[in-house]
């Protein structure tokens, strides 16, 4: 296969399995420590680097055979943040190409969608949430060194994503949940085989 990109590079560990299968290997961090803990962890002149400060894919349009990205979009804040980054895989795939996003939905990662489940993790939600503000505006204002640790984790609907990818462009969406990834569920999409973009602005048309 010709490329990929990879949303999120973390430590690196599915940036050496990539590049196995891909004779190019984009990775997209916000990260300068996980940009360069991967360079470290992968050395391999198969890789190109891209350090983000917003969420863009910063390649052309349809040059990738896979936008892949695993334990990143679940702690992404903003659903518009979120929602950008899929426009831009969309963007950025070839036609025929495959979207791989790995994200927690009821009935994956142990979660059974009984109530007292969803309500105990609405309450964390909702505490991590006031965590990330204070910890947002402490480092607004110069303070680099917190005694927390803020982090942010979504539980996704799978009919309301599907519905949005759908709404992108995206074609043949399928949810699977790998038990010997530990039941983690993984969303797959395809760029439709006969979609075009407009060169200007990188939305679909036809």
Not at 28 to 33: A, R
Not at 41 to 69: M, Q, T
Not at 115 to 122: C, D, F, H, I
Request: aromatic share 6%; charged share 20%; glycine share 10%.
């Amino acid at each position: 296969m010709r490329a990929c990109a990879e949303i999120g590079c973390g430590a690196g560990r599915l940036t050496a399995a990539l590049v196995q299968d891909f004779a190019s290997v984009h990775v997209l961090d916000i990260s300068p420590e996980r940009i360069e803990q991967t360079r470290n962890a992968v050395g391999r002149s198969s890789v190109s680097f891209h350090l983000i400060e917003r969420p863009c894919i910063p390649l052309p349009n349809g040059c990738c055979d896979l936008c892949i990205s695993t334990h990143v979009l679940q702690h992404i804040t903003s659903m518009q943040v979120m929602e950008v980054y899929l426009c831009e895989a969309r963007r950025a795939l070839r036609p025929g190409g495959c979207l791989l996003v790995h994200v927690p939905v009821i009935g994956t990662h142990g979660m059974t969608g009984n109530l007292s489940e969803v309500m105990r993790r609405r309450g964390k939600e909702i505490v991590k949430g006031a965590v990330l503000a204070i910890t947002r505006l402490l480092r607004e204002n110069g303070v680099r060194r917190l005694p927390w640790k803020a982090d942010h984790y979504r539980v996704f609907s799978f009919v309301r994503l599907k519905t949005r990818l759908l709404e992108i462009g995206f074609g043949e969406i399928e949810l699977r949940i790998l038990p010997w990834a530990g039941g983690h569920g993984y969303v797959f999409a395809k760029n439709p085989p006969n979609s075009n973009l407009d060169t200007r602005t990188g939305n679909a048309v036809g």
